[in-house]
C-alpha cells in the first residue's frame, strides 16, 4: 500500500516546545486525508516534497509553496494537504505568523507492482509528466491572453488540437469543477478557485458563476 509521512521543521529557532502542533497529531490527520496522486501512483513515482507554509495566530494557513518538489502530481498533493489542514492548529503564544514553516512531505509505495519499475522507466515518467505540464501551460497562456492580443485563427486551432491530445475536453473541465467543489466543502478556497480558474483558462465558461461567488 502507499505510505504518506508528513514531518515538520522550522526555518527558524524554535524549541521543539514551541512548534505548532496539529490537532490530533500529523499521522492521524495525513492517514485521513491522503490520496496517493494516480499518475505518480500508476508509476511508481516516490520522494519527499517540502512545503513551505505560514500559520496564523488562529492555526490557520494563510501562504503555501512548494519549496523544493518532484515535478508531478505529488508536489499537488502535498500541497493540498497543507491547505487541509488550515484552522487545524494549536499555535503557541507568541507565535511569529510571517515564519516559514518546511513540511518534508515523504511519499513511499510498496506493491503495486513497482519492482518490475527500473530507475530509468521512472525517470522517463517523471519527465513525461513535466512535458505535458508545459504543453497545458501553452493552453492556459493562450486563453488568458486571447483578448488582449492579436493572433491567427490558425493559432488557436493548434491550440484546439494541442487540448484534445491533453484529453481536456468537456468531461475533464466539469470533473475539475467537482473536485474544485470538494475542495470548498473541505474549506481549501485557494485550491477550489484554482480548479475553477483552470476550467476558464482552458476556454470554457463552465466555472464562471463559481469564480464569481468565491474567487474575487
Excluded at 167 to 188: P, S, T, V
Aim: charged content about 25%; hydrophobic content about 40%.
Amino acid at each position: 500500500m502507499g505510505r504518506f509521512l508528513l514531518a515538520l521543521f522550522l526555518l527558524a529557532g524554535f524549541t521543539v516546545q514551541a512548534q505548532p502542533q496539529l490537532k490530533g497529531g500529523l499521522e492521524a490527520f495525513v492517514a485521513s486525508n491522503k490520496v496517493y496522486p494516480p499518475y505518480s501512483l500508476q508509476n511508481c513515482i516516490e520522494g519527499v516534497v517540502n512545503i513551505g507554509f505560514k500559520l496564523n495566530k488562529k492555526g490557520e494557513v494563510y501562504y503555501s509553496v512548494v519549496r523544493k518538489g518532484i515535478g508531478t502530481d505529488l508536489d499537488d498533493e502535498a500541497l493540498r494537504l497543507i491547505r487541509l489542514s488550515s484552522g487545524k492548529w494549536n499555535v503557541p503564544a507568541g507565535h511569529d505568523s510571517t515564519l516559514v514553516l518546511i513540511a518534508p512531505m515523504v511519499f513511499n509505495l510498496s506493491g503495486y507492482g513497482c519492482d518490475l519499475k527500473s530507475k530509468e522507466d521512472i525517470q522517463l515518467a517523471i519527465a513525461n509528466y513535466k512535458s505535458s505540464e508545459g504543453m497545458t501551460n501553452a493552453v492556459l497562456n493562450f486563453y488568458k491572453n486571447k483578448d488582449s492580443v492579436k493572433y491567427k485563427p490558425e493559432e488557436e486551432a493548434r491550440i484546439l488540437r494541442l487540448k484534445a491530445e491533453l484529453g481536456y475536453d468537456e468531461a475533464y473541465l466539469k470533473e475539475r469543477i467537482n473536485d474544485g467543489k470538494r475542495k470548498l466543502k473541505q474549506k481549501d478556497l485557494q485550491g477550489a478557485c484554482e480548479d475553477f480558474l483552470f476550467v476558464k483558462n482552458m476556454g470554457s465558461s463552465l466555472a464562471d458563476e463559481l469564480i464569481a461567488q468565491y474567487c474575487r
